[in-house]
């Protein structure tokens, strides 16, 4: 180690730009600021989504409606698509893991049944939900509506 080699700590100095002293730095007087404005001041903060004094998008585009938080979004299954999945695969329970195989749900997605559609065989069908349609029907051919 020599002295001509030697340097600060990574991180412990920082732009080395030394303003506000003096004329003769050539950083004296605005330091840099340039003139007048809310940016010349110190403490300066943008607002977000502040345009220049322009009326913001978030103002301009027009709000209506209610779009409620709790809402719980079901993947709807028709009874059509439950007596195909049957036949297809002679199945007598059909589940979640049934569904998603087949490509009609998503892992980790709630599941409604529908009442839409014809069902002639005898199934368990396990599921989120049901309407009411749909599990009278179940019921109606001797299988159970399982509710998860």
């Not at 103002?59 to 059509?80: D, M, S, T």
């Not at 059909?94 to 009609?104: C, K, Q, R, T, V």
């Amino acid at each position: 180690m020599e002295l001509y080699n030697l340097q600060p700590a990574a991180g412990s100095t920082h732009n080395g730009k030394r303003v506000g002293r003096g004329y003769g730095s050539g950083k004296g007087r605005t330091s840099t600021r340039g003139h007048k404005g809310a940016k010349a001041r110190s403490g300066y903060k943008k607002k977000i989504g502040f345009e220049g004094g322009q009326m913001p998008l978030q103002r301009r585009v027009p709000k209506f409606g209610f779009k409620n938080i709790n809402r719980v979004e079901y993947k709807a299954v028709n009874l059509a698509l439950i007596q195909e999945l049957a036949e297809k695969n002679n199945l007598a329970k059909i589940g979640i893991e049934e569904l998603i195989a087949a490509g009609w749900a998503k892992k980790g997605q709630l599941v409604k049944i529908l009442g839409n559609g014809e069902l002639t065989l005898k199934v368990d069908v396990e599921a989120h939900a049901f309407s009411a349609t749909a599990e009278a029907a179940i019921k109606e051919k001797g299988g159970n509506a399982v509710k998860l």
